[in-house]
């Protein structure tokens, strides 16, 4: 695998095309350069679920995507990749397409609501057949697509729309859902969490996932200005500092063992974190509830240093 | 091949649909099992894994997934089908609209099965019945032979208009019940469908395209309505394929209409599917008593032959429509309301009364075919009827 330095990125990113509609500060645009960079190896086909990406990358008649690309619906993402590489094959198979000059590699993309919550069946039954496929998760934790509202993404105590911040409830009242977990249970190929301020820890995670053969899949922090109630220009930073308070900590499932990749040399308390943002704003006075947080950042990750920590024979 | 010299096989409705399956030999199958439909998918399985075909099949979780795995593959450029029944078509009913949206030419076996709740395994249309604005070609198949020739047909259609077909058998009635089928030679069916044209080649890596972009107000309108042109295209397209089908292999598929002893008919019953055989057989009965009686069997449901149905019942005095299924609207069954639409600028507009029969799989035998008869028979003869009646139910 070659390592890329930021001049390799921002050549081998070159196409996914300006003038989409993305919202000023929204991650994902730098997710999705970051993966065309590290499949400018490969001929992509990318089938993307309903939500922000869809809608602001292709409204008719433009399209920011330089490869095929195809969406369906909000909740087939897994399902429509499947076709999608199965046709490749028995197409090729039967000589009714020529071999591409790359090898081909199959994406499918899909933000927290169509991975975590309503597209999950359909990932998992991908998975399961074993389908030669990336699935990268944007995550920016709530259905922003239809206006903030609650997913099983989002953290506790988080203000949304479907989850507000109320007199009596303070926001969302169950912590997250942990996705990467419940699919690398799956036994995939490869399964990742990255977060774009980790660029070269992030590209090569892609690069991973799109050199086995098999299903693999990364989730991928993806900040959301109008959502999360941040300031447009401190998107990337916000992902750096939900890695820093192990918020959102970077690691991977290959071969049934674990690695943390990043671990904070210093503890960083979760409010660095949360003080930035408006969805926790009604927590910041409240220090029982940003413990409750902390409590669970830090049950989730003695859950992780344990997994890590069964060795393979040879590393005994 | 010898015109009209067919391999006579007896096989029950799911193993012919599978048979002809075989014979197509789709590039991608996507499919999920559900009674009674259940069989095409096994029989299809088993065809996979001793190497009769080379199809890539995809056995998904779910029926929302088997249509959406079927679209991704549609998509690519590939020869697809699937097959499913009432439940799993109701679950797939969001991925119908996309596949007909996207133009992709999709063939897919529906075995007639009821809806819960209540919940049964039983035949009838309502499923299907569903579906009438989903933008799929409908075809109501009469009994095992017609399913195996319509499904051919299918293929060859879908691919013409590039929108998607589906093709039903009753469920148990002909899915499950033996009989001796006509097939072709493997290669005589490979001859006739031919290899699919898509519109685009997805693993064109040098021409990206992008499929299914947000469609707004400013184009959206445009795109349903080329879509709706490949419905009425459908129309000619259709009645030319089954000309050129019957005329190469001496079948006698009727496309959008059978008529049945109609042609000097003073009043006629109009039913789909294998009703429409038990019907025959008791105008026969009737039609040797002296009575002037006839049928119209719809076949193709979508797009809607009502210049046919005009044709056929303008000037019969009265007509009573059989439906398998409820529109809850208390305005009858799906099928009166469209073939009373179908009539209303007719020359001479017959008197129309409307059946509702056989939900959950309930037998339509003699006794009740004899009734709807008698009172189509007095609805001619001056006497009022209701809007429609339910046959064969304890009230």
């Given at each position: 695998m070659q390592r890329l330095n930021l001049k390799q990125l921002a050549e081998r990113s070159q196409g996914f095309a300006p003038g989409h509609r993305a919202c000023a500060g929204c991650a994902f645009p730098s997710i999705i350069r970051m993966l065309l960079a590290a499949g400018a190896d490969y001929d992509l086909v990318i089938a993307n679920a309903t939500g922000c990406m869809e809608v602001v990358t292709t409204i008719m008649p433009y399209s920011a995507w330089p490869v095929p690309w195809v969406h369906n619906a909000f909740e087939n993402a897994g399902a429509t990749i499947s076709g999608i590489e199965r046709a490749y094959k028995a197409l090729l198979k039967r000589g009714k397409i020529k071999n591409a000059k790359k090898p081909v590699k199959f994406v499918a993309i899909g933000g927290d609501g169509g991975t975590y919550d309503i597209g999950l069946q359909a990932l998992s039954g991908a998975i399961e057949r074993g389908h030669d496929f990336l699935y990268v998760l944007y995550d920016n934790e709530g259905y922003m697509n239809t206006g903030i509202q609650r997913s099983s993404a989002t953290p506790l105590h988080a203000h949304t729309t479907t989850s507000p911040a109320g007199t009596v409830i303070p926001g969302k009242q169950q912590p997250r859902k942990d996705l990467t977990k419940i699919i690398a249970m799956h036994r995939p190929r490869y399964a990742a969490q990255g977060s774009p301020a980790f660029w070269n820890d992030l590209v090569k995670k892609f690069q991973k996932g799109l050199e086995v053969d098999g299903p693999a899949f990364v989730a991928v922090l993806s900040t959301c200005p109008p959502g999360w109630g941040t300031p447009e220009n401190m998107s990337i930073e916000l992902t750096k500092l939900a890695v820093e308070t192990r918020f959102w900590p970077l690691y991977e499932y290959e071969d049934g063992y674990w690695k943390v990749n990043y671990k904070p040399r210093k503890f960083v308390p979760v409010e660095e974190f949360l003080k930035h943002q408006g969805r926790f704003k009604h927590i910041m006075k409240r220090p029982e509830l940003i413990k409750e947080i902390q409590d669970e950042i830090e049950k989730n990750w003695k859950e992780l240093l344990w997994l890590e920590s069964r060795k393979k024979e040879e590393e005994k | 091949m010898e015109k009209g010299t067919f391999i006579k096989m007896a096989l029950t409705g799911n193993e012919a649909y599978a048979y002809a399956m075989k014979q197509i030999n789709p590039d991608v199958v996507a499919a999920y099992p559900i009674t009674p439909a259940t069989e095409i998918v096994q029989i299809f399985s088993k065809y996979v894994a001793n190497g009769e075909v080379d199809t890539e099949f995809i056995p998904v979780e779910s029926e929302h997934s088997a249509l959406s795995a079927c679209v991704g593959a549609s998509v690519g450029g590939a020869r697809v089908m699937t097959g499913t029944s009432s439940q799993g078509l109701a679950l797939m009913h969001e991925i119908q609209y996309i596949a007909a949206g996207l133009r992709l030419p999709i063939v897919m076996a529906v075995a007639n099965r009821t809806l819960s709740a209540p919940i049964n395994i039983h035949g009838d249309h309502s499923d299907t019945m569903g579906s009438r604005d989903s933008g799929w070609i409908q075809i109501y198949t009469e009994n095992a032979n017609e399913a195996y020739h319509s499904v051919i047909m299918a293929i060859k259609i879908a691919e013409t208009v590039n929108l998607p077909a589906m093709v039903m058998l009753d469920g148990f009635i002909i899915s499950h019940e033996m009989e001796v089928v006509n097939t072709l030679p493997d290669e005589e069916v490979k001859k006739f469908i031919g290899e699919r044209k898509p519109?685009?080649?997805?693993?064109d890596f040098e021409n990206p395209v992008t499929v299914g972009p947000l469609d707004l107000q400013d184009y959206y309108f445009e795109h349903k309505r080329q879509q709706m042109e490949a419905m009425f295209n459908a129309k000619k397209v259709i009645l030319e394929i089954t000309k050129k089908y019957n005329d190469t292999f001496g079948t006698d598929i009727p496309a959008f209409v059978e008529p049945y002893r109609l042609d000097d008919a003073e009043y006629a019953v109009v039913a789909l599917s294998s009703a429409a055989s038990t019907l025959k057989e008791i105008i026969d009965e009737w039609r040797e008593k002296g009575e002037k009686v006839g049928l119209l069997r719809l076949r193709?449901?979508?797009?809607?032959?009502y210049e046919e149905v005009k044709k056929y019942l303008s000037g019969i005095k009265a007509v009573g429509v059989m439906d398998r299924a409820e529109t809850h609207s208390t305005l009858g069954g799906p099928m009166l309301q469209e073939v009373k639409a179908a009539l209303y600028d007719a020359e001479k507009r017959p008197k129309i009364t409307g059946f509702v029969f056989g939900l959950g799989g309930r037998d339509f035998d003699d006794e009740q075919a004899n009734t709807v008869l008698s009172m189509i028979k007095d609805l001619k003869d001056g006497k009022e009827l209701p809007l429609y009646s339910f046959i064969g139910v304890r009230e």
């Open positions: - | 519109l685009y080649n997805l693993f193709i449901t979508r797009p809607f032959p």
